[in-house]
């Protein structure tokens, strides 16, 4: 199952700004000491004292027993679906990125390294270049990509000890690989470029119809299978407690984009027409599967409600439903389902009682239960 990257916003963040990266990048790994504090979630709640500083951005997972999730200064990870938690990394800086390629294998994107584990996230090394990157998509153990804010590509061959950048012809927004073959980049001028040798050569598809306002914000891609696709836009500022946001679909490869979701936006003014099934919020990110299905989070700081949308044939329908039986005062940061059923939740909350959550559901998010409350 492929994962979408996700958005990472907090209420008052409206864009990612990242520095960009030297090129070429080279340099051994340092090993990285791992926290030995554990927390168990099996007879309820629990909870990491970590302060009001330290929050949870992204989560990832391999398997249903095999997790991470990160954020502000820590990673946690989990070996048994989330009944005990690890702290397997703490230190200085922003984990905005997490990506498992198989139950071993497990990148973390910070903004000035990368941190690479080979155990499922109990031991991390880390890159000492300064690889300042806005995101990764590792399609293998060996094979990785990057896109860095000047919009320039650039891969890795050797696991991330070494990137080099890749000489294309456009600017790119957003990358997904579904194997270290098959490529797809989203454009700054809002076409589709794709790739069958691994970026040796790269073909043009289709166009995004959203308009010359959705240059800026943030861009989400990924693939799934050869043919089907699904691209997340959002704008890049909001208010009124909205973020404009839209979700396209394909199901030919990236010839044509087909409008499957829109998030209406206050500010926006007449921007982008209403033709879609609508849910004001703020974004969070899409878990896809090559069936069809899709799940999407979106959280809405007006009600204080966190919604997660389903759809089972491949945007055409959609299914609403709030994971929480109390309201949120927060955003969703991230959302990862390994199955149609298994899926966990990054959530962080704004009240006096706790600064985030890790929620967890197995019916496919009809019913969620707290694994871990971080105050």
Known sequence: MKRVRLIGMMLGTCALAFSSVAEPLHGARASVAADSRSVAASSGVAAVQLGKSARLDTVSFA??????AG?????????????????????????SQLQFVDAQHVWALLSDRLLES?????????????????????????VGWGVKTNGRLVTTTDGGNSFTAEHTPFTVRAVSFLDSRHGWVYQADGHIASTDDAGRTWSTGGAIGAGASWTSGDAQLTFVTTMRGWLLLTLGSGCMSMMPYLLYYTGDGGVQWHRRFTGPGACAGGIYP??????????????????????????????????????????????????TARKIAGVTLA?????????WLVTGDAGATSVGRIIHTTDGGRTWRTQVLIH
């Open 274 to 323: 209403i033709e879609a099934p609508v849910v004001p919020g703020y974004p969070g990110n899409l878990s896809a599967f090559p069936s069809g299905r899709a799940l999407f989070s979106v959280v809405s700081p007006a009600d204080l409600m966190l919604h997660v949308v389903s759809t089972h044939d491949a945007g055409r329908h959609w299914t609403q439903r709030t994971p």
């Open 335 to 343: 959302m990862a389902f390994v199955s149609a059923t298994h899926g």
């Open 71 to 95: 954020g502000h200064g820590l990673i946690l990870c989990t070996r048994n679906g989330g009944k005990r938690w690890r702290t397997s990394w703490t230190s200085a800086g922003q984990v």
């Open 118 to 142: 080979s155990d499922g996230g109990m031991h991390w090394q880390r890159s000492q270049d300064t690889v300042r990157l806005s995101s990764i998509d590792f399609p293998s153990a060996q």
């Open 63 to 68: 398997t249903s027993a095999i997790g991470c």
